[in-house]
């Protein structure tokens, strides 16, 4: 399986701020895609991150308040801007790998807004 | 409009006995299902998956069922183990390697 490392692992930010959350992968991989975990609710696709173009935002998602960077093949950021405790989440970075295409997601960002 | 839904928010099994797990779903288009298990501070690790073109897929201790034409799946876990403990998520998209669309998932735990 692919090795993906995502950081910070948790965070406290005051309302207002912006928080970048960083996405490593131990392989080329062409698509990145990012999650958000509200408490209590399932896992919702935020955007889909390609190399070399701009990211595919989902409904309700846009690039002003979760741009995004996808500068090579192993890495992608995700920051979350002009926070709000409506973004207190875990955002999950992930990646499909192998036979199958399963998706595999890192270990997750906690994040909490205050 | 909650395409993939698991009612069960929590589920409570005796070490040993049969854990298992629904999950129900709207989109007739859903071709391939996946299980997703997530620890605490961890991100969801992938479990087991299904296609539609099979009604049941095995992998040791864990069996998951698929009822196409009512739009429900199922998670079974025999025996159960206490590190079996954990949030089971169900998720389904309209393709292999597509866009998945996730449950809210159940916890599970399995007391000694």
């Known amino acids: 399986s692919a090795v993906i490392s995502q950081k910070p692992s948790r965070d406290i930010c005051q309302r207002g701020t912006s928080l970048t959350i960083q996405c490593q992968v131990d392989?080329?991989?062409?698509?990145m895609f990012w999650y958000r975990q509200q408490p209590g609710q399932s896992l919702t696709l935020i955007a889909t991150?390609?190399?070399?173009?701009?990211?595919t935002y989902e409904s309700g998602f846009v690039i002003d308040k979760f741009p995004i960077s996808r500068p090579n093949l192993t890495f992608s950021t995700l920051t979350v801007s002009n926070m709000s405790p409506e973004d207190s989440s875990i955002y999950l970075c992930?990646?499909?790998w192998g036979a199958g295409e399963k998706l595999f997601f890192g270990s997750g960002t906690q994040l909490s807004v205050l | 409009d909650q395409q993939v839904k698991q009612n069960s928010p929590s589920l409570s099994v005796q070490e040993g006995r049969i854990s298992i797990l629904n999950c129900d779903y709207t989109?007739?288009?859903?071709?391939?299902f996946l299980w997703y298990k997530k620890y605490p501070a961890e991100g969801p690790t992938f479990l087991i998956s299904?296609?539609?073109?099979?009604d049941k897929n095995e992998d040791g201790r864990f069996t998951v069922f698929l009822n196409k034409s009512a739009k429900h799946l199922s998670l079974h876990i025999v025996p159960s183990q206490p590190g079996d403990s954990a949030v089971y998520f169900c998720?389904?998209?309209?393709?292999?390697?597509?866009?998945?669309?996730f449950g809210q998932g159940t916890e599970l735990s399995v007391k000694p």
């Open positions: 392989s080329q991989v062409t698509m």
């Open positions: 998720a389904a998209s309209a393709l292999v390697g597509g866009k998945l669309i």
């Open positions: 992930s990646v499909v």
């Open positions: 991150a390609n190399q070399g173009s701009e990211a």
């Open positions: 989109n007739s288009m859903f071709d391939y």
């Open positions: 299904i296609s539609s073109i099979k």
